[in-house]
C-alpha cells in the first residue's frame, strides 16, 4: 500500500493545487455586444448612484441595468461615438470624456456637449477626475477644470511642450496630474507647476502614502509597475521600486489586495493582475476573465462588486464578496468533509482524500483487491452463504468484477462508507489517514445503517429491509418480512433521535423501530404523506422530511410522542425536485433542480442562490453541511458556502424613484418632497433605481398606489427585466406609490414608499368651482327673476299708475256727482228763502253756504284730512241743512278717548254724502224728534264711523236712495281695499258702518 501512495502522490499534488487557493471560480458575468453593448472595446465603466452600470466604449455610451441596456451613440446627442471616460458628480450627474468630441453631461435624456467652441483646452479626452463640484479633463494637450455647477471653464496648457494628460491623482487635497512625456505636474490656481521629472507613465494611484504608478514594461530589462513614497515621488526623488512586465492601465485596491489592469498593446501579455507581493499574480482563471487585454477596473465597496472593462470581450462583473466558493472536479459525483482536516472526492469509480496536504485515491483495483483478501480471510469466508441473500453480484472471479461504480458516499461518527454495486466498504482512520477496514458483501443502493450496537440495517433493492448482527463470530441476518405491512419497504435513509430509529421511505412513509419490531406510521395513521425523497437531522429530537412536491415537513419526537407539522409549502422554494435538505440555526436549506433556498424561520425571508454566484445550480446532486459550512455537490463541481460570513455580508437592498416621465416629457424630482401635478399631467411612468442591487435577477417588485379605488398589489415584476412603474390617467387626488421589495441574493422582503403625489383636481370639480358656478346660476337666476321682477314691477307701477288715474277720475267723478246735486239743493233752499222774504236766513244761508263752499273745494283738492277738519266740515254741512228743514234735526258727535282728532286723517267729502241722505231721505213729517248720531273709534289699526239715525229706514226709502251709498262705498274701495262700508236699517232708523285704514297724520 505504501507503494501505491508513492505511485500517485504526485498525481494527487495537482489535485491538491487545483482544489485550493485560486483553484476556485468567483462568480461573474460577462456583458458584452450580445447583450447589448454598442462596443466590446470598453474603455471605462462607473456604478452609478442610482445603481445602473454605465460603459464608455469606442462606438458609444451604455447604461447597463440588469439585462436591459440603453445605448447613447452621436444619434442621441453625444458629441462623438469614440468615449473613453465617464463619471458621476455630487449631484449625479453623468458625465464623458470623447475621444474627439470633447465631454458631455447628461440632462435628462439627452446629453449637452461642451468641446473647444466653449471654452475646452482640447477635444481629445483621455482622463477624466472629479473632485469637489470641479471635473479635471485630461486631454491630448492640456487640462481643462470644469465646474460641474456653474460650467466654467479653467484651462491649463505647457507654453513650450504638448502635455498628453494620462492621469490624475489627489494627495492632501491637491490634484495632479501625470503625462506621457514632460512629467508630472501640479494644478495650481494659475498654471501647471512640475513636481517630477519622471517620463512615460501611464496610470497612477496612491496606496497608503505610496504612489503606484506604471510605464511600459514590454522592452527587454524594463519593469511595468514602480512605487515610491508619495513624499519621495512629489520631491522629485528617483529611488523606486519596480517588476512586472506588460503595460499597466490601471490600479484597483480590493479588500486589501491591489489589482492592476494590464493590455500589452502589441504583446499578448496582459490580463487582470494581483500586485500586492511584489509580484503579478494572474487572476483571469479565478475570475473567470477570458480577454488579456485590460484597460480599467472599478470597485464598488458598497456591493462588493469589481467591474472589469476589456478592450476585447466587453464588461466584466465579478463578485468579490468570497461568501461563495466553487471548485472545478471533472465527472465529480460525491463530496464530503468526514472530519475537520479531511476532504473526500467521490467519482463513478474511484473516490481521493486529501488530508493535511497529503492526497490518497481508492481506484478499481483498491476495492477489488480489498475486498478479495477480506472473503479469502478472517470470518468472512465462513459468512459468504449468509451475505448470499443480501447481494445481486456474483463473488467469483472477483478481480475481474467489470459492473464497478460507486453509488453511495456517507460519514458516521467519523467513518466514511462507501456503497458500490460491488457492496459496501467501511473506511476508518489509520496513522492519520483514512484506510479500507470492512467490507459488507451485500446489495443496498442508499438505505442502510450501522447503529452503536453494530447492528447494520440494509434495504436490499426491491425486497424486504435486513437487520445484520456483527458482533456475532457468526453473521446473522434477520429480514423483516413485507408480508407484515408494517414492515418498512423502499427506504431510501434511515434517522436516529432520541434513541428511535427511524426509516424514511420513497413510497411508503415513514417507519419506527420500537422493540425489535417496525411500525408503520403512514398505516397507523400519525401521518398523511406517503412519498418522501429526503431527510435531515435538525435537532437530538427532530428531523426534516422533503416528500416529491418539495414540501418541507418536520417531525418530533418527546416522552414517545410524535408531532407531525408542514412548515414550509412547495410554492416557496424554488424547483420541485429536491435533492438535498439541510438546516443551520433557524434556516431551512433546499437544493432542488433550480437552486438552493434558504428560507429563514424565524423572519420569513427567503434567499435563493443559483448560477450568478457561481455554482451550476441545475446539477446539484447533493448538499452536506459541516459546522457552519454549505457543500453544494454538482457534477463537475462542489462549492462551498460560509453561511455565517454570507448572512453577515448581505447587503441593505434599497429602492427609489430615479427619474419620473409626465405625459412622455422628464420632470424632476428631488427626494422625499411631495410631487404636484396639475389634473391634465396623470399619464406618469415612474423609474426605480436600485442601491445594493449586484444581482438583478434575484430582485423583484410589485407596486400599488395608495389613494386609487383598486389599490391591489401589482403581479411580480422582474427588475432584471423592468425596472418601471406606468400609470396612465390617474385620476386626481393625493396617492403614495409603493413597492414591495423582494431580494432573493440579500434574503429581503420589505414595503417601501417610494413617492408621494398629488394630482390636482380640474378647475371643474374643485369646491371653489362648485360654488362659483352654483353662485352664476343663483345670480343668473337672481338677474333673470330681478328683471322679470321689475318689469312686472313696471307694469304694476304702470297700471297702478294708470288706475290712480282712473279713480281720481271716478273720485272725481263722484265728486262732480255730489257737488252739483248739493248745489241745486242748497240754491233752491236760498230761493225759497227769498221767496217768503226772509232776508236774514238767506243772509245767513248764504254765508254759510259760501263757508262751506270754500271748504269743499279746498278739501276736494286733498286727498286726506284731518278727523277736526272733517268733522267743522260736517256741522257746518248739518247746520246748512237744518236752515232747510227748520232746524228740525238733531246732529250729536261722539269719540273715544284715544282718538286725537288732529293727528287723525281721513279721506275728504265721503260722511258729507250720507249726512246729506239722511236729511233727503230719513225723515218724514211724522218723526217729531229727528236726530242724527255720529260716533268715532279706534280699533287696533282702523278708525270706525258710525253713523245713525231715527228715520224711517232703508226698505221704506226710494230705491234711488242707495246709488249714493253705492258710490260712497266704490270711492272707499278705490281708495283702500281695507276700506268697507255696511248699511243696517229697520223701521227705527238706519245705522252705517264705515270702516277706514287707520292712519296718523304724517
Known amino acids: 500500500m505504501k507503494k501505491y501512495w508513492a505511485n500517485k502522490l504526485t498525481i494527487f499534488i495537482l489535485v491538491l493545487l487545483?482544489?485550493?487557493?485560486?483553484?476556485?471560480?468567483?462568480?461573474?458575468?460577462?456583458?458584452?455586444?450580445?447583450?447589448?453593448?454598442?462596443?466590446?472595446?470598453?474603455?471605462?465603466?462607473?456604478?452609478?448612484y442610482s445603481g445602473s452600470i454605465w460603459v464608455a466604449t469606442e462606438n458609444g455610451i451604455a447604461e447597463v441595468r440588469?439585462?436591459?441596456?440603453?445605448?447613447?451613440?452621436?444619434?442621441?446627442?453625444?458629441?462623438?461615438?469614440?468615449?473613453?471616460?465617464?463619471?458621476?458628480?455630487?449631484?449625479?450627474?453623468?458625465?464623458?470624456?470623447?475621444?474627439?468630441?470633447?465631454?458631455?453631461?447628461?440632462?435628462?435624456?439627452?446629453?449637452?456637449?461642451?468641446?473647444?467652441?466653449?471654452?475646452?483646452?482640447?477635444?481629445?479626452?483621455?482622463?477624466?477626475?472629479?473632485?469637489?463640484?470641479?471635473?479635471?479633463?485630461?486631454?491630448?494637450?492640456?487640462?481643462?477644470?470644469?465646474?460641474?455647477?456653474?460650467?466654467?471653464?479653467?484651462?491649463?496648457?505647457?507654453?513650450?511642450?504638448?502635455?498628453?494628460?494620462?492621469?490624475?491623482?489627489?494627495?492632501?487635497?491637491?490634484?495632479?496630474?501625470?503625462?506621457?512625456?514632460?512629467?508630472?505636474?501640479?494644478?495650481?490656481?494659475?498654471?501647471?507647476?512640475?513636481?517630477?521629472?519622471?517620463?512615460?507613465?501611464?496610470?497612477?494611484?496612491?496606496?497608503?502614502?505610496?504612489l503606484y504608478y506604471s510605464k511600459d514594461g514590454n522592452p527587454e530589462k524594463r519593469n511595468s509597475i514602480h512605487k515610491i513614497g508619495i513624499k519621495d515621488f512629489l520631491s522629485d526623488k528617483p529611488h523606486s521600486i519596480s517588476h512586472g512586465n506588460s503595460v499597466i492601465w490601471d490600479f484597483q485596491t480590493v479588500n486589501g489586495k491591489i489589482l492592476a489592469a494590464a493590455w500589452g498593446v502589441n504583446i499578448d501579455n496582459g490580463g487582470i493582475f494581483d500586485v500586492t507581493n511584489h509580484k503579478m499574480k494572474s487572476l483571469n482563471e479565478l475570475f473567470g476573465v477570458t480577454s488579456k487585454s485590460i484597460y480599467s477596473i472599478k470597485y464598488s465597496p458598497r456591493i462588493n462588486q469589481l467591474i472589469i472593462c476589456s478592450l476585447d470581450k466587453g464588461l466584466f462583473l465579478i463578485d468579490m464578496s468570497n461568501t461563495v466558493s466553487t471548485y472545478l472536479k471533472q465527472n465529480l459525483q460525491f463530496y464530503?468533509?468526514?472530519?475537520?482536516?479531511?476532504?473526500?472526492?467521490?467519482?463513478?469509480?474511484?473516490?481521493?482524500?486529501?488530508?493535511?496536504?497529503?492526497?490518497?485515491?481508492?481506484?478499481?483495483?483498491?476495492?477489488?483487491?480489498?475486498?478479495?483478501?477480506?472473503?479469502?480471510?478472517?470470518?468472512l469466508a465462513k459468512q459468504i452463504k449468509t451475505f448470499k441473500a443480501l447481494r445481486q453480484f456474483s463473488l467469483k472471479n472477483i478481480k475481474k468484477f467489470k459492473d464497478f461504480s460507486i453509488t453511495e458516499i456517507s460519514s458516521l461518527d467519523g467513518d466514511v462508507y462507501v456503497n458500490t454495486t460491488l457492496g459496501l466498504f467501511l473506511f476508518k482512520i489509520k496513522n492519520h489517514k483514512y484506510q479500507l477496514n470492512q467490507y459488507f458483501p451485500l446489495s443496498t443502493i442508499?438505505?442502510?445503517?450501522?447503529?452503536?450496537?453494530?447492528?447494520?440495517?440494509?434495504?436490499?433493492?426491491?425486497?424486504?429491509?435486513?437487520?445484520?448482527?456483527l458482533r456475532n463470530e457468526e453473521i446473522i441476518a434477520h429480514s423483516f418480512d413485507l408480508r407484515n405491512s408494517n414492515n418498512p419497504r423502499d427506504i431510501i435513509q434511515f434517522i436516529e433521535i432520541d434513541s428511535s430509529l427511524f426509516g424514511v421511505s420513497r413510497f411508503k412513509g415513514l417507519y419506527l423501530l420500537q422493540s425489535d419490531t417496525f411500525v408503520s406510521l403512514l398505516k397507523n395513521k400519525k401521518i398523511k404523506v406517503r412519498e418522501f425523497v429526503k431527510a435531515f437531522k435538525n435537532s437530538e429530537s427532530s428531523f426534516l422530511l422533503a416528500d416529491y412536491l418539495g414540501n418541507i415537513y418536520q417531525l418530533f419526537l418527546k416522552d414517545k410522542n410524535i408531532s407531525f407539522s408542514k412548515i414550509l409549502e412547495s410554492e416557496t422554494i424554488h424547483g420541485q425536485t429536491v435533492v438535498g435538505l439541510s438546516q443551520y440555526d433557524s434556516i431551512i436549506i433546499v437544493g432542488t433542480n433550480k437552486g438552493l433556498t434558504l428560507y429563514d424561520l424565524s423572519s420569513g425571508n427567503i434567499i435563493f442562490l443559483d448560477e450568478e454566484q457561481g455554482f451550476d445550480g441545475k446539477a446539484l446532486k447533493e448538499i452536506y453541511l459541516q459546522d457552519s459550512n454549505l457543500f453544494l455537490v454538482a457534477e463537475n463541481s462542489y462549492t462551498s458556502i460560509d453561511i455565517p460570513n454570507y448572512l453577515a455580508n448581505r447587503v441593505k437592498t434599497c429602492l427609489f424613484v430615479s427619474s419620473l416621465e409626465v405625459n412622455g416629457k422628464q420632470r424632476s424630482i428631488h427626494d422625499k418632497e411631495q410631487i404636484t401635478l396639475d389634473y391634465f399631467e396623470n399619464d406618469l411612468e415612474f423609474e426605480l433605481g436600485g442601491v445594493g442591487i449586484k444581482f438583478p435577477k434575484k430582485v423583484y417588485f410589485s407596486y400599488r398606489i395608495n389613494g386609487l379605488e383598486n389599490n391591489n398589489w401589482s403581479e411580480l415584476i422582474s427588475y432584471n427585466q423592468s425596472n418601471k412603474v406606468t400609470l396612465p390617467f390617474v385620476p386626481s387626488g393625493n396617492y403614495k406609490l409603493e413597492v414591495q421589495l423582494i431580494d432573493e441574493y440579500n434574503g429581503i422582503r420589505e414595503i417601501l414608499i417610494l413617492s408621494e403625489f398629488q394630482i390636482k383636481s380640474p378647475f371643474w370639480q374643485i369646491p371653489f368651482f362648485y360654488l362659483f358656478v352654483s353662485f352664476l346660476f343663483v345670480f343668473i337666476i337672481y338677474i333673470g327673476l330681478k328683471k322679470n321682477f321689475n318689469r312686472k314691477t313696471q307694469i304694476q307701477r304702470e297700471r297702478a299708475k294708470l288706475e290712480m288715474k282712473v279713480s281720481e277720475?271716478?273720485?272725481?267723478?263722484?265728486?262732480?256727482?255730489?257737488?252739483?246735486?248739493?248745489?241745486?239743493?242748497?240754491?233752491?233752499?236760498?230761493?225759497?228763502?227769498?221767496?217768503?222774504?226772509?232776508?236774514?236766513?238767506?243772509?245767513?244761508?248764504?254765508?254759510?253756504?259760501?263757508?262751506?263752499?270754500?271748504?269743499?273745494?279746498?278739501?276736494?283738492?286733498?286727498?286726506?284730512?284731518?278727523?277736526?277738519?272733517?268733522?267743522?266740515?260736517?256741522?257746518?254741512?248739518?247746520?246748512?241743512?237744518?236752515?232747510?228743514?227748520?232746524?228740525?234735526?238733531?246732529?250729536?258727535?261722539?269719540?273715544?278717548?284715544?282718538?286725537?282728532?288732529?293727528?287723525?286723517?281721513?279721506p275728504p267729502m265721503i260722511l258729507q254724502p250720507i249726512l246729506e241722505n239722511c236729511f233727503e231721505h230719513a225723515f218724514d213729517e211724522e218723526i217729531e224728534h229727528q236726530f242724527i248720531a255720529i260716533n268715532f273709534q279706534v280699533s287696533v289699526s282702523s278708525l270706525i264711523v258710525t253713523i245713525r239715525d231715527n228715520g224711517i229706514g232703508f226698505d221704506a226709502q226710494p230705491k234711488e236712495s242707495s246709488k249714493g251709498l253705492k258710490l260712497i262705498s266704490e270711492r272707499l274701495a278705490l281708495l283702500n281695499s281695507k276700506n268697507s262700508l255696511s248699511v243696517s236699517s229697520n223701521s227705527n232708523g238706519t245705522e252705517i258702518n264705515i270702516v277706514f285704514h287707520h292712519r296718523l297724520r304724517e
Open 18 to 48: 487545483f482544489s485550493n487557493g485560486y483553484g476556485q471560480l468567483i462568480p461573474n458575468r460577462n456583458v458584452s455586444v450580445r447583450d447589448g453593448l454598442p462596443s466590446n472595446k470598453v474603455y471605462d465603466a462607473l456604478l452609478s
Open 66 to 210: 440588469g439585462s436591459r441596456i440603453r445605448t447613447f451613440t452621436e444619434k442621441e446627442g453625444i458629441p462623438h461615438n469614440n468615449c473613453w471616460q465617464i463619471t458621476e458628480d455630487d449631484n449625479q450627474t453623468i458625465w464623458i470624456g470623447t475621444y474627439g468630441g470633447g465631454i458631455a453631461y447628461l440632462e435628462g435624456d439627452t446629453f449637452v456637449s461642451v468641446s473647444e467652441k466653449d471654452g475646452l483646452v482640447q477635444n481629445s479626452v483621455r482622463k477624466l477626475f472629479y473632485h469637489e463640484n470641479n471635473l479635471f479633463v485630461g486631454t491630448h494637450n492640456g487640462v481643462s477644470v470644469v465646474n460641474t455647477t456653474t460650467k466654467v471653464i479653467k484651462n491649463y496648457q505647457l507654453s513650450d511642450f504638448r502635455l498628453q494628460v494620462m492621469d490624475f491623482f489627489i494627495y492632501q487635497n491637491t490634484v495632479y496630474c501625470a503625462g506621457y512625456k514632460h512629467g508630472t505636474y501640479q494644478i495650481g490656481e494659475e498654471r501647471l507647476i512640475k513636481v517630477n521629472a519622471d517620463e512615460n507613465i501611464f496610470c497612477t494611484e496612491i496606496i497608503n502614502d505610496t
Open 336 to 379: 464530503l468533509r468526514p472530519n475537520n482536516s479531511t476532504e473526500l472526492f467521490g467519482y463513478s469509480d474511484h473516490i481521493e482524500f486529501a488530508n493535511n496536504g497529503e492526497i490518497g485515491q481508492y481506484r478499481l483495483e483498491d476495492f477489488l483487491s480489498f475486498a478479495y483478501s477480506q472473503i479469502n480471510t478472517n470470518n
Open 446 to 469: 442508499s438505505g442502510f445503517y450501522l447503529n452503536r450496537n453494530e447492528e447494520l440495517f440494509v434495504q436490499t433493492p426491491y425486497a424486504s429491509l435486513k437487520r445484520i448482527n
Open 809 to 906: 277720475a271716478k273720485l272725481e267723478a263722484l265728486k262732480s256727482q255730489m257737488n252739483p246735486h248739493f248745489v241745486f239743493n242748497s240754491l233752491n233752499a236760498i230761493q225759497n228763502f227769498v221767496i217768503d222774504n226772509d232776508i236774514d236766513s238767506s243772509l245767513n244761508y248764504m254765508n254759510s253756504f259760501a263757508s262751506l263752499m270754500r271748504k269743499s273745494l279746498d278739501y276736494s283738492s286733498r286727498k286726506e284730512i284731518s278727523l277736526k277738519e272733517e268733522i267743522e266740515f260736517l256741522k257746518l254741512f248739518v247746520k246748512i241743512q237744518n236752515l232747510r228743514f227748520g232746524n228740525k234735526v238733531k246732529f250729536k258727535v261722539q269719540k273715544s278717548q284715544d282718538i286725537k282728532f288732529s293727528e287723525t286723517v281721513i
